[in-house]
């Protein structure tokens, strides 16, 4: 996942890659470490332009991953894609750059610095693969999760758990709807 910037122009240039996730080794850790699994790899496709004074890498990614569900703890595959932006700004005389003050100026795009006539993406691909693995995975938006008392898995069959913690009967049913979409997950338990 290189680019010699001399193909670089003012006009951008557009690119494709593919690259297994284990090539990463922010995603090899991850899948190690059973927090997701890869499926295929990621897909990579991006506008590489050149401006005053860097090389502007627009683009998108997705890749397919199986994750755990955090509520119901079910498998199911995902595919997530992201959109990034990064400024290569090439370092001529092997300064450390000023992280701090990147931050500040950039937020949310990422700036970035080189060396040498080539710039490697692949740890910043990585990263923003990384960062769109969702932290508490859900395989619906309506999962309703494992109950906390008996753990049934709600979503396929319905208990009587959350009735009997009601006062009365009546009470109970009045709040069905919100009690089925409150049930805790699973770091709640
Ligand atoms: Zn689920
Ligand atoms: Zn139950």
Redesign the pocket.
């Known amino acids: 996942m290189r680019i010699r910037t001399e193909q670089i122009k003012e006009a951008g240039r557009h690119y494709t890659f593919s690259e297994p996730a284990s090539a990463f080794p922010v995603l090899d850790e991850m899948e190690k470490a059973g927090e997701c699994r890869f499926y295929s790899s990621v897909a990579v496709e991006l506008t590489a332009a050149k401006e005053m004074d860097c090389y502007r890498i627009t683009g998108s990614l997705s890749v397919p991953v199986g994750l755990c569900?955090s509520?119901?703890l079910?498998d199911?595959e995902q595919t997530l894609s992201s959109r990034f932006t990064f400024f290569f700004h090439e370092s001529k005389y092997n300064e450390q750059p000023d992280e701090e003050e990147l931050e500040l100026a950039e937020q949310d795009l990422v700036s970035v610095t080189f060396q040498g006539d080539e710039i490697d993406l692949l740890p910043e691909i990585g990263e923003q693969a990384a960062l769109s693995i969702p932290l508490k995975p859900?395989?619906?938006d309506l999962?309703k999760?494992l109950c906390p008392v008996c753990g049934a898995d709600n979503?396929k069959e319905a208990c009587n758990c959350g009735q009997s913690l009601e006062f009365s009967k009546f009470s109970a049913l009045r709040n069905f709807k919100v009690n089925s979409s409150q049930i805790p997950d699973k770091n709640r338990l």
């Open positions: 569900c509520r119901c079910a199911f859900l395989c619906s999962c999760g979503n």
